[in-house]
Nanobody
Framework: VQLQASGGGLVQPGGSLRLSCAAS????????MGWYRQVPGKQRELVAS???????DYLDSVKGRFTVSEDNAKNTVYLQMNSLKPEDTAVYYC?????????????????WGEGTQVTVSS
C-alpha cells in the first residue's frame, strides 16, 4: 500500500489550504484515515481523523476551522484548512489504518504518508 499526499504550501494567516492523501495498492477496506502534524522538537499530534462510519475527531485548536472528509471510492482523505494561523505551521502526515490483501489473507495494518509542509506566514 502506498500513500500519496499533496496540497501543502505557503499561505498567509487567515488563508486556506486543502490537503489530500490517496491510498493505493492492495487495499481491501479502510478503517480510519487521518492527519497528524509535527513541528521540530515536539511530538507528532493528531489533527483530525475520520472512521469508515464517518465519525470524526479533531484537535481542539482546529475545531471550527479544519474539516476532514473522505472519498471512499477513491480511498482518499482530505483536510480542508481554513482561517489558518501561524501556529498551524508544521509538517502534516497522512495516516491510514486498513485491511490489506496479502498472499496469506487479509491483514490489518497502519501506514504513514510522507509529510507535506504547511507554512502559515505573512
Amino acid at each position: 500500500v502506498q500513500l500519496q499526499a499533496s496540497g501543502g504550501g505557503l499561505v498567509q494567516p487567515g488563508g486556506s489550504l486543502r490537503l489530500s492523501c490517496a491510498a493505493s495498492g492492495s487495499v481491501f477496506s479502510i478503517n480510519l484515515m487521518g492527519w497528524y502534524r509535527q513541528v521540530p522538537g515536539k511530538q507528532r499530534e493528531l489533527v483530525a481523523s475520520i472512521t469508515a462510519g464517518d465519525t470524526t475527531d479533531y484537535l481542539d485548536s482546529v475545531k471550527g476551522r479544519f474539516t476532514v472528509s473522505e472519498d471512499n471510492a477513491k480511498n482518499t482523505v482530505y483536510l480542508q484548512m481554513n482561517s489558518l494561523k501561524p501556529e498551524d505551521t508544521a509538517v502534516y502526515y497522512c495516516y491510514v489504518k486498513l485491511w490489506e490483501s496479502t498472499d496469506t489473507g487479509l491483514r490489518e495494518h497502519e501506514y504513514w504518508g510522507e509529510g507535506t509542509q504547511v507554512t502559515v506566514s505573512s
